[in-house]
């Protein structure tokens, strides 16, 4: 992914539970949280391969992802991509909160509350628009300073 994009200086990639579990439903991420709804406009897919040591793998991988920021790698887990750290940290996080909530509201048994028609798009494109932004100016500052207080070893 690095050789590939170049907007892409900082990739991180996930085998969480929750991660794993979204990536095995046949529809992924579904539009029940408004979290997911942020992520879901950036998200590809990729599907299962079998254990990544096939180089030529790569090259799927890459045109799967596109031009989105996150993927859900099928029956694996998930990735994302960002200019810096904490753009990538941050869009990962969403992600990983959107699969958990997923997997809690799916496990209670109740019927699911879907969003009303066009609510999911137009979450999708404000996410677009907005996540970047939340990521380099508000939460990964936040995030640092929570670090810094607990343990400002970190940094070294």
């Known amino acids: 992914v690095h050789m590939a ?3 892409a200086h900082a ?8 991660g ?10 579904l539009p029940l ?4 709804m942020l992520v879901r406009g950036d ?9 990544a040591v096939d180089l030529d793998e790569r090259e799927r991988i890459v045109a ?4 989105k920021g996150a993927m859900l790698l099928r029956n694996h887990g ?8 904490g753009e990538c940290f941050v869009k990962l996080y969403f992600l990983e909160r959107a699969c958990q909530a997923q997997i809690m509201a799916l ?32 939460a990964w500052p936040a995030l640092k300073r929570k670090a810094y207080r607990l343990d400002p070893s970190f940094a070294s």
């Open 5 to 7: 994009r170049e907007d």
């Open 11 to 18: 990739v991180m990639h996930l085998h969480t539970p929750a």
């Open 20 to 29: 794993q579990a979204v990536s095995a439903h046949e529809e992924g991420l």
């Open 33 to 36: 949280t408004q979290t997911a």
């Open 43 to 51: 998200l590809a897919f990729h599907d299962y391969e079998g254990v």
């Open 64 to 67: 799967d992802l596109g031009t």
């Open 78 to 85: 998930t990735l994302a991509v960002g200019a810096n750290v």
């Open 107 to 138: 496990s209670a048994g109740d019927k699911i509350n879907r969003p009303p028609q066009g609510a999911a798009e137009l979450t999708a494109e404000q996410g677009n628009a907005g996540l970047k932004v939340a990521a380099n100016l508000l």
